[in-house]
Each structure stands twice: as structure tokens, then as C-alpha cells.
Antibody, heavy 121, light 107 residues
Framework: EVQLVESGGSLVQPGGSLRLSCAASGFSFSSYEMNWVRQAPGKGLEWVSYISGGGTTIFYADSLKGRFTISRDNAKNSLYLQMNSLRAEDTAIYYC??????????????WGQGTLVTVSS | EIVLTQSPDFQSVTPKEKVTITCRASQSIGSSLHWYQQKPDQSPKLLIKYASQSFSGVPSRFSGSGSGTDFTLTINSLEAEDAATYYCHQSTSLPWTFGQGTKVEIK
């Protein structure tokens, strides 16, 4: 059974930093691309970042402006999101999601339960 | 950026009624359109992949259709457990985007 379990969310002051983790199990982690998607309170879904299976290809949403860094440790079956210079508008539930591809057509098939990041003084 | 526009934003429906939600893309995305269901305080769950293929374990009352720019999610004979917000999502072109969501309420 595919399982994704996020952790690391908490209350942080504006300008602060936080590192989110996502522990994966039930599948060959290194074979899958992974993503972070966030959801502000009462709002819709926003894609945040992508990382390839080997960690060599990375993409970010333009709105992040270099403040976030995605990484992975395949030996530990873990995905990370380092978040710096946090702003109130970064307040959201952060989900990790597995990306499944079939003949170059891809989608996000499994999601974790999410971890809440609150940026407030 | 490909913008996905869903309609309606909200729908209040009686059990056993049919529900139709549409998603329009700002440019053609072929069949790379997927539907998710998000129940309150839960993470999104994949319902329909590649516009019309049901994901594993999804009840047969859920179906999808469309291609290019216009897509539809249909729930036949709505059940109480289907109360949720439904999102469409495109994974063709970065940044990957989602529709704004359609909340389905049970009357």
C-alpha cells in the first residue's frame, strides 16, 4: 500500500524557516517523481515544486521566488521541502504527492495527509 | 500558464440525482486532465485519470469525458458520501494547475 506521511509543519514567525519531510513507503521511492502541493485555509490547490526520481531535475512555482528548496534522500525514502523567508501567504497545508507517468502522460496519483504550516507573529 | 475554470463553483444536490461538473482549459491539453475528490479535512483522492479512465477502487458512478479544452465529471446517482469538493488538474504544461474547485453539498 502506497503511504506518504508528511511532518514538520508548525507555527513560525514571518521571515522564519521550516523544513518539511515526507516519508514514503509501499513503493519503489527512487523510481518516482515527487511533488509538493499546498492549500491555503479554505482555498484551492496550488502546485509548489517537483523533483525527479534521481533528484537531478527540479521545478518550482514562480511565486516562490527562490525561497523554497526541494530535495530527496532515496536511501531514506524521504522527500523534503526547505522553506525560507516565510510570509503570511505561505500559510497552508502542504501535501506531498507521487507523480505517476504512463507513456509521458503524468499525474499525481497518491497524496499524503498533509502538514499545516502557519506563518504568523 | 494553463488556466482551468470549473463550473459551477457550488452545487446542492439531492441523493440519487445526477451531478455534472465541467472544467475548461485555456488551451488544448489533449486528454491530460484528471479529477480529484477532497472531502472535508482529508487530502485529495484521484478519481479519474486522463479525462475518462477511472482510478483503482473508484465507484462506477463516477465517470469522466472530454478532450482538448472541455471536460466533464459526472456522478450518477449521487450518494451522501460524495459530499466533497472536486478539482480538475492538468499535468501537461508547467506550472501544473488546478481548477478552483466545485463544492458538492447534499440536500
Amino acid at each position: 500500500e502506497v503511504q506518504l506521511v508528511e511532518s514538520g509543519g508548525s507555527l513560525v514567525q514571518p521571515g522564519g524557516s521550516l523544513r518539511l519531510s515526507c516519508a514514503a513507503s509501499g513503493f519503489s521511492f527512487s523510481s518516482y517523481e515527487m511533488n509538493w502541493v499546498r492549500q491555503a485555509p479554505g482555498k484551492g490547490l496550488e502546485w509548489v515544486s517537483y523533483i525527479s526520481g534521481g533528484g537531478t531535475t527540479i521545478f518550482y512555482a514562480d511565486s516562490l521566488k527562490g525561497r523554497f528548496t526541494i530535495s530527496r534522500d532515496n536511501a531514506k525514502n524521504s522527500l523534503y521541502l526547505q522553506m525560507n523567508s516565510l510570509r503570511a501567504e505561505d500559510t497552508a497545508i502542504y501535501y506531498c504527492a507521487r507523480r505517476y507517468c504512463s507513456s509521458s502522460n503524468c499525474l499525481l496519483d497518491y497524496w499524503g495527509q498533509g502538514t499545516l504550516v502557519t506563518v504568523s507573529s | 500558464e494553463i488556466v482551468l475554470t470549473q463550473s459551477p463553483d457550488f452545487q446542492s444536490v439531492t441523493p440519487k440525482e445526477k451531478v455534472t461538473i465541467t472544467c475548461r482549459a485555456s488551451q488544448s491539453i489533449g486528454s491530460s486532465l484528471h479529477w480529484y475528490q477532497q472531502k472535508p479535512d482529508q487530502s485529495p483522492k484521484l478519481l479519474i485519470k486522463y479525462a475518462s479512465q477511472s482510478f483503482s477502487g473508484v465507484p462506477s458512478r463516477f465517470s469522466g469525458s472530454g478532450s482538448g479544452t472541455d471536460f466533464t465529471l459526472t456522478i450518477n446517482s449521487l450518494e451522501a458520501e460524495d459530499a466533497a469538493t472536486y478539482y480538475c488538474h492538468q499535468s501537461t504544461s508547467l506550472p501544473w494547475t488546478f481548477g478552483q474547485g466545485t463544492k458538492v453539498e447534499i440536500k
